[in-house]
């Protein structure tokens, strides 16, 4: 087995914006990663969540 690394998000419907905001954490290497979105559609909030995640633990930079 790999290692664990939990990807931890909080979504809120904001009227202002007409759309999700989503804010996902993910540790790595000892550091939180925070990724943040406005105005999208709840589908791409996690697209979002996904890519940057997979973006992070590849060594592929920052999202």
């Known amino acids: 087995m790999g290692d664990d690394r939990p ?3 909080m979504l809120d419907w904001s009227d202002a914006d007409r759309g999700w ?3 996902w954490r993910l540790s790595e ?3 939180e990663r925070v990724l943040t ?3 999208v559609n709840f ?4 697209r979002v969540a996904l890519r940057g995640a997979a ?3 590849s060594g592929n930079g920052s999202p």
Do not use: M, N, P, Y
Request: aromatic content about 6%.
């Open 43 to 46: 589908d791409e909030a996690f």
């Open 7 to 9: 990807l931890v998000g």
């Open 37 to 39: 979105i406005r105005d």
């Open 21 to 23: 905001v989503a804010t």
């Open 55 to 57: 973006q992070i633990l």
């Open 29 to 31: 290497l000892g550091q």
